[in-house]
């Protein structure tokens, strides 16, 4: 993989090795809209990340969760590149139970990419998801993003992702992920994490992805009031350390 595109930036997600199809929490954002529906109040989000320390691999996003009693809606503005070549992504979501166990979640997402010597051009895609509650303490996620072959460029189509996961709440203290992901144009990729809080104010993260083979840490820290800030780093071994930082707040 080359890892010159847009993708998930928040540190949460990133501790678990972005195993997140599954979580329920503002990160549903960026990850599985049907995860917004267990909010119940307006949550914001922000992040950043510099993949491998290059600046021009530099990615930034702000997300918004409103949840209303027809459901959650949501807004994601994301920035990703640097002056010679910028990918800007907008989303509006929407998500809502179906049943007590089963929520479904959809995004329209429109992208623009911008070349100097090329000029810009748009695109429009969508993606949705649903996930379901196996038991009290165990959750299935699905994904797909641009299930359409949306051309991105002359000759250039935006990836058709597609992610199937469960979490399994351990105990008020452990959790842990697990996600099948598959790029049609890529092998399968297998990622895995568990977040452990030792207290209610600290959780520690990590995770580990395959092809190509990376690892995950990450810790989060809550300030009460509904603050919290996140940091984490994954690893690849060739080519090196990608830090991310983000604050959340519900």
């Known amino acids: 993989m080359a890892f010159g595109?847009?993708?998930?930036?928040?540190?949460?997600?990133?501790?678990?090795?972005?195993?997140?199809?599954?979580?329920?929490?503002?990160?549903?954002?960026?990850?599985?809209?049907?995860?917004?529906?267990?909010?119940?109040?307006?949550?914001?989000?922000?992040?950043?990340?510099?993949?491998?320390?290059?600046?021009?691999?530099?990615?930034v996003?702000?997300?918004?969760?409103?949840?209303?009693?027809?459901?959650?809606?949501?807004?994601?503005?994301?920035?990703?590149?640097?002056?010679?070549?910028?990918?800007?992504?907008?989303?509006?979501?929407?998500?809502?139970?179906?049943?007590?166990?089963?929520?479904?979640?959809?995004?329209?997402?429109?992208?623009?990419?911008?070349?100097?010597?090329?000029?810009?051009?748009?695109?429009?895609?969508?993606?949705?998801?649903?996930?379901?509650?196996?038991?009290?303490?165990?959750?299935?996620?699905?994904?797909?993003f641009s299930p359409a072959q949306v051309e991105l460029a002359e000759g250039e189509n935006l990836p058709t992702i597609f992610r199937l996961g469960v979490a399994w709440q351990v105990s008020d203290k452990l959790m842990v992920v697990s996600e099948l992901e598959k790029d049609i144009e890529m092998p399968f990729r297998w990622k895995n994490g568990l977040s452990y809080q030792p207290v209610k104010t600290v959780s520690i993260r990590s995770g580990y992805a395959s092809e190509p083979s990376m690892l995950f840490l990450g810790l989060g820290f809550a300030f009460g009031n509904g603050l919290q800030a996140d940091m984490a780093g994954s690893f690849h071994q060739s080519l090196g350390f990608s830090p991310s930082a983000g604050v959340t707040w519900y």
């Open 5 to 59: 595109q847009m993708s998930t930036v928040t540190p949460i997600g990133a501790g678990v090795g972005h195993a997140t199809v599954a979580m329920q929490s503002p990160v549903a954002l960026f990850s599985n809209q049907a995860g917004l529906t267990n909010l119940t109040k307006f949550a914001v989000v922000a992040a950043a990340e510099q993949r491998f320390l290059l600046s021009e691999l530099q990615s």
């Open 61 to 144: 996003a702000i997300g918004a969760a409103l949840p209303t009693r027809s459901g959650s809606f949501g807004l994601v503005v994301q920035s990703f590149g640097y002056e010679e070549f910028r990918q800007q992504k907008i989303g509006l979501s929407y998500a809502r139970k179906l049943w007590s166990a089963l929520s479904v979640g959809a995004q329209f997402d429109f992208f623009q990419t911008r070349i100097p010597e090329y000029g810009s051009r748009g695109t429009l895609t969508f993606e949705a998801g649903m996930q379901a509650d196996v038991s009290k303490t165990v959750r299935v996620g699905a994904h797909v």
